[in-house]
Every structure is written in structure tokens, then in C-alpha cells.
């Protein structure tokens, strides 16, 4: 009945995904305000749902529009990668998610508000921001001796070792220039070296040891040192260098941190403790992920931050409550994310690096990580530089709000016999928009409506929405265990809550996401809400509708859950197709045994026969990550024809994933 029940265009769709999949931002500008995990390609979700057009003149991939007036459900949106795609080929869309983040999120992006309000907004917030703070991110430029700007400032960690507290930097090399130029840290004065000639020092007596990562105790030995636990996290840090740039976007400075600094960072720390958080709303509560942060001692998120973040935080939270609803939308969207580039969980990118003057962002590992050579940024910073309000501003509302008026897309053409995409200009995709008009009820949207979006903050489970009202769902589910999206979220949620107080409902319970923070019981919990999520999907789902959706796993125990939730929820595979997904080249990737690929599942419901008879599979033993998930597809669809018990269908799994 639609095209993609009988083919997928798997060769330029994979094309297409291997130049999206490092870089999606840059692509989907208008989809990356804020901080999200484990998103999917938009141009392989554009191509899914150009699978579903039956005007023939309109499918083609840069074709504008196809899905006018339909209606398309994406139950648990996330990053909202349904929505943006779907929106723009005109239909009308539905998401919902269980976190407020990606509601947030969604309502932002999709909202038209004028570029030029945007601007003069931020002109005003980032005004009054820097003319209050601005005082406590300055330095001595040791050439010119004039004040200037910082652009961070670089820690080593304190810690224990034999009973004596060290320092710890992951290199004593800060950075080696393009022109052979070398700075590098002092182990006995702590002073900033430059040049590659010996330095020669009096260190003073209360001058701690400084010990390089890895050559203090040997490569390949577990490490002797541990966190003195009896401080907070962000006073574990000593600064060791700040660095300053010289004018008129010249080359970086590196200078040892002299009296006027350290009594920067004391007056800070003295404001520090006259704000008014209180710390009970920044309790870290223990999922998978946030367990990393108690083993650490970290039992509140207020100590992952310096005093001059927090102070940079406090004064973002007394501004924006001057402004219009979705102008302060966007600006607090865009204080949040910036803090995945402004703890003192972020990394410093020196050494031999491109760019050592790069921050290495909280989350670049899908994870909490506890570096040795910590970075304080300065998200004042004039310059558009790494994690500062300036570039973010640029990167992510102006750039993303631009695109969306005129969406692009980059063609290329296959050669089929190489596999390998002839890379072309970008094309504007003329008559698309990637923006709409939101509804406050589903009744709002009329026939004959086009881009209207209706969002929900809330469990998928129990959707408030008329029986056989959706055409498609088409959707990107948690996969199993892989991410624990509300776990790491609770990083940007304490302060959100503060940003947006009334935004949002901040007090929904996690334990209703599909892969639940805190329990540990996953497989079960898994099962049981994806098999009421589907079960909805089912109830709303016109019968001629499809249910669309993309995963991967090594585990048998992901497809197993996943296989019976479809089950019970009466779904049949009519096709399946395999797509490039994830970049080799990512961090949470590389020299990992990760899956690349992903499926692309189509079902409808019912009994009736779709697409092919899918065989029954042999033991799916291939390491190939393409093969695997192609095979995994297959046995789904036999499985699902089958409807054997639930017991039998675990069974199978585990004997076909060996």
C-alpha cells in the first residue's frame, strides 16, 4: 500500500547517514538547541517517511512536501527527529515523551518566533550578564599588562596518594603549537614553561607535588590515587593555568595564575556562599549513570560547578523571568546546554590536539567522567569561542532558525558500483518549513490543516487522543539498556526547574521510562512499558496506518523484550531494511564492538500476511554489523508470524544470539 512496504533505498539512505552521523548538528541546525542523546540521522528518517507518500510526483528525497494533512505520532520523540522531518514534508504532528526536555525542546524549535526578537533579546540578556559578571572572568595579558577577557582556566586535580595529597594532570604538555612551539606545566614550581630549553626553580614550600596521568604509577597499573572525599567535588581542583587570548582574535596565551587571579576566584567564592540555592534541590538521585557521581562523592549536582558558574547561573535565573514566554524559552534552553561546556567535569583539549583551546564537553562519552585536567570555561567570552553564550547563540538558535526557514539538504550522487557518494552543493528544499503551529488539544487540528503540532509531557502509555486518529508512527525507541537518557538528563533538569519554573511538570516520575534510572531489573521493566506504549500506538493507529521505528542491540534479551511488546500489541513485520547509523569516529564508539547499523522496522496490525514470508533464521553468529542487525529483522518478522509464547520466543533469541 505504501512504498516503503515494498523497498527502502538502503544505499543512499547508509550515503546519506555516513556524512550526517558525525556531524548531525550541522545538518539539522534547527533540531540541536539543547543537549540530547543517541539521536538518529534526520535524513534517514526524512527518507523513511518519503516512504510513505503515495504521490508519486512528490517522492523523490529533495522534492518538497508529500505528507500534507496527515498525521504522524511519535510516542516517545526525544531529540524530536520525527517531528522536525515530519512537519516539514507538511503534515501535522504529534510527539510526546516522559522527560520535559525533548517537550521543551520540541515547543522551541518548532515555534516561529522572529529572528530579530531572538537577537535583540540575547543582546540585552548577554549585556546585563556581562556587565555584572565580566569583572570575575578577567586577566593580566602578560605581555601588554592590559585586563582582558579569559577564555578558561585550566585545573589539576587534587588527590590522595601514600597518605599524602598530590596533584594530577593528565599531561604536563599544555599544547604544541603548528609551528613546533611548546608550553608545558613545571612538576616542581607549578609554573607555566614555554619553550622546550630546561627551566630551572625554587619551589616554595607548600608548593604540592605535581604528577602526570599514567607516568606517576606506571601504564597499565590501577591507580594508587583516590578523591579526598571530605571536600566538595568542584574544591578538589587547584588552577594551574589561565589562559587569555591576545587582541583582535590573536594566538592563545598561557600564564601561571598570579595574585590578581587567585583573589578573582577568592571573591568569587565568597558570592558563592551568599546565593540561595538550596542544596536539597540539587540531590543527586541514584540511577546507573548518577551512581558515578556518588562513588565520587558528588551527593549534589551545585558541587560539579566553580563559584563563577554558579554565579553565572544565578544571574541567568534572575533575568530570564523578565522576558516573553518563548523568547525565555530559548534562552533558557540555551543556558542549559551551555553547561555541558561550563563544569568542572569538562576536559581541557591541549597537548597535540587541533585546537587545544577546545573544551572537552561533560557529556562527550555518553557519560559522567572525572577528568584529571578539568577546564573552567568562560561562557562570557566576546568571542565566539568553544562553550561560550556567544557561539552558542550562533550555532544553535540563529543558525538552526535560518535553516528552518529555508531547509537544505546535501545531494549527492551514488556510484553504485563503488559505493561511494559524489558529494554536491547543498540544495534549499524549496516550500519546506521546519516550523508549525502549536495546538493546546488534538480536536484543534482540522482536516485539510497542515504543520499543526500538539505536544505532550507525559507517559505514552496512556495517550490522550481518539481511537484510529493516526496515520503513522513513526519513532526512535530507547534501546534496552544502551543510554540512560532521564539519568544524565537530571544534570540539565535541576536547573531548568529554576529557568523554567512553570514550564514544565519537573515532578513526573522517572520509573515510568522505558528504561528506568533506578531499578536494575531491566529486561522486565523493558517488556512492560514498551508493550503499553505499542499497545497505544496500536489503539490510535488508523488499521491501514504503519507503525515505523529503527533499533539495534547485541543483546538477545533487547529483542526478546522488544519482540514480545510487539506481540502483544498485534504487530506483524511487512519489511525490514538496514542502515548506516553511528560513526566510527565517535568517542562513545571507537575501538568499541559497537553496532553501526540499524534496523529499520515496518509493521502493521493484524493478522493478515504482509510483505513476505520471513524464514526461520539460523543462529545469527556473523560479527558483521550490517549481516547482524539484517538477520535480527528477519527472525523479528518470523517470530511475530509465528506468535509463539512469550517463554518460546526468549528461548529462540537466546539460541539464535550466540
Known sequence: MYPIDAYFDETFASQMAKLEAYNKHYYRPNSYLHKWWARRCGSTFRLILKGLVTDTAVQDYYAPGGLEGRVILDPMMGGGTTLHEAIRLGANVLGADLDPIPVLQARATLTEVPLAELEEAFAQFYGTMQAELSPFFLTTNPETGERTPLRFVIYGARRWIDGRTVIVVDSLTLRIGNDGSVARLCPECQAVVHGTESHHCQPAADILPLLEKGNAWGRGRRSPVS???????????????????????????????DAADRETLAAADRRRAALSFARSDFAVE????????????????LDLFSSRQLLYLAQAIRLLSDFAPAVRLNLALLVSTSLEFNSMLCGYKGKNQRRPGAVRHTFSHHAYSFPHTAVENNPLHPDKASGTLQRLFHTRLVNGRVWAQAPRERRVEVARSEDRPQLKDFVVIQGEQDAGTEVAEFDHIQPGDERKFWLRQGSSAHLALPDGCVDFVVTDPPYFDSIQYSDLAAFFRVWLRWLLPDAADWAYDAQLSAVDPHRLDRESRYTEILSQIFGECARVLRTDGRLIFTFHHWNPKAWAALTIALQRANFRLVNRYVVYSESHLNVHVAGMKALLHDVVLVLAIGEGEYGRDWPPVSPITTPDSEQFCRECGALLGYLLAANLPETEVQVAWQQAIR
Open 227 to 257: 578523591d579526598d572525599l571530605d571536600i566538595p567535588y568542584w574544591q578538589r581542583y587547584v588552577p594551574l593555568v589561565v589562559v587569555g587570548q591576545n587582541g583582535g582574535g590573536g594566538d592563545l596565551f598561557f600564564k601561571t595564575p
Open 286 to 301: 541514584l540511577g546507573r549513570k548518577s551512581r558515578q557521581l556518588a562513588a565520587h562523592g558528588v551527593n549534589y549536582y
